[in-house]
C-alpha cells in the first residue's frame, strides 16, 4: 500500500475539486474529506456554492438550447416553461374574449337592423 496521501490540505485543493465533487467524480473518502473541509471553512463553502450557481446557470443554457436533454432541465428550465405556458394561456382567454366580443356587436348589430326592419 502507498503511503496516506493527505488530500484537500489547503482551500486551493478544495476549490481545484469543486467540479469532481458536484458531478460526483470523488470517492467516498475523499468525498468526506472534501466535505469537511466545506464544512469549517466559510471561504471555500461560498466559492462552493458561487460555483454551483454558475454551473446551473450553464445547465439551463444547455436545456434551453436542447430539449432533448432532461438532466438538464433544473428549476430555471421548469420556471420558464410555466412562464410560457402562462403566456400562451393569456394568448388564448385574449383571443377567446375578441373573438367573444365579435360575436356579441354582430349580434347586437343584426338584432338593431331586425328591430329597425320591422320599425
Ligand atoms: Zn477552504
Do not use: W
Request: hydrophobic share 40%; glycine share 4%.
Amino acid at each position: 500500500m502507498l503511503f496516506k496521501k493527505p488530500k484537500f490540505e489547503n482551500c486551493k485543493e478544495i476549490q481545484y475539486s469543486f467540479k469532481a465533487y458536484l458531478e460526483k467524480k470523488m470517492s467516498l473518502t475523499e468525498e468526506t474529506a472534501f466535505v469537511k473541509h466545506i464544512r469549517n471553512c466559510p471561504q471555500c463553502k461560498g466559492e462552493l456554492i458561487e460555483y454551483f450557481g454558475f454551473l446551473a446557470a450553464v445547465k439551463y443554457l444547455d436545456a434551453s438550447i436542447n430539449d432533448d436533454d432532461d438532466v438538464s432541465k433544473g428549476n430555471f428550465a421548469e420556471s420558464i416553461e410555466k412562464k410560457l405556458c402562462h403566456t400562451e394561456l393569456l394568448a388564448r382567454k385574449d383571443l377567446n374574449s375578441k373573438i367573444f366580443r365579435r360575436a356579441v356587436l354582430t349580434f347586437v348589430v343584426f338584432i338593431i337592423s331586425l328591430a329597425a326592419g320591422i320599425i
